[in-house]
């Protein structure tokens, strides 16, 4: 419990301060045109950012919105990057669904992915025509590495007569296996019509156990699963929520579903990033606890500024890869381009594109919160 704190903002900018800044070392200076660019800017991360600290921010945010238009790139940001990358050079922001969506619309050359690398994948299966670039090839995921295509065919020869569906949180040679993706906004919507349309009253979801869990809790469909994890989510417990509430009376409790379903079973309110920052900007609650990635805090909070947020912090060691300095590299260098081999991007895209061809929903799912844990079998 030790780290579940009340603190203020989460997350801070990762730049580098001391010495020679980031971007001196990379020619940028702090000059009256670089200053003029981005004053604008700055109320967005006046919470994050010192006075002191934006001369060494802001050339690096001019650099790359410079580079954006010079090179008809976009930034495609997920909801856990820090609030620099976010607020400051994010075209598109989002959730999973929501930037998969933002890839296969956008008419820009280059998509550089401000998030983890099956998302980038995500952009090059769905716009191969488009140079799709993650500023870190670190970035990668405890989900998508828990299982591969391999595993996924071992599952298929065990389990002929189930449809497959796998979490997009994996790589292309997992998707390429599955017969249909979801995401966390919709995977209940995904389960229930693949259910429907292979006429059975069972369906195999991976790799994330618990987001099968708590997608079981509500479907009243059989699901098989596979033991996959989110490490940052995981480390959330229904007894957390038990302390935070005595900590904090009155105090609303969201959490996303790849939480324990303990978790889930004790919360207000369950749903994929974008549903949780819809929650607090339409219901404005006085105190809010975001049981998922310390950068959601930061971020939702910073469009809203009469909420108080208790702020739990979990990490996310991969999200945390991305930072203003390798965007800006990525933008100048062109690496590092995600590559699919064309037979695996094929199939991995059948999958995708039967989850988008799903009814678009107006928003993201909700979880039912408040449910009995299920416990569930394993494909292996
Ligand atoms: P969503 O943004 O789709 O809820 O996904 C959360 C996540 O963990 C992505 O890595
Ligand atoms: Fe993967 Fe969890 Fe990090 Fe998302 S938060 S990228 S699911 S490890």
Redesign the pocket.
Known sequence: MARLIDSGPGCPTPTPLRGRSAAEARGLAYDDAVKAETDPLYPLVADFVTPMEWPAIAPLVAGINRLKKAKNAVILAHN?MTPDIFSLVGDFRGDSLQLAREASATDAAIIVQA??H?MAETSKILAPEKTVLIPDTR??????ASITGADVRLIKQKFPDYPIVTYV?CTADVKAECHITCTSSNAAQVVEHIAKAWNTDTVILVP?QYLAKNVAAQTGIRILTWPGA????EQFSGEDVKQLREAHPGVIILAHP?CPPDVLQEADFAGSTSALSNYVSENQPNKVVLL??CSMSDNVAAENPNVNFIRPCNL????KRITLENIYDCLVTGQHEVTIPEDVRVRAKAALDAMLALPKMARPLAFKTGQVPLELEMVI
């Open positions: 856990y998030g983890v099956f970035a990668g995921c405890s989900l998508a949180n994330d989110c490490e940052v989510h790849e998922t990635e996310c060691p991969h999200m």
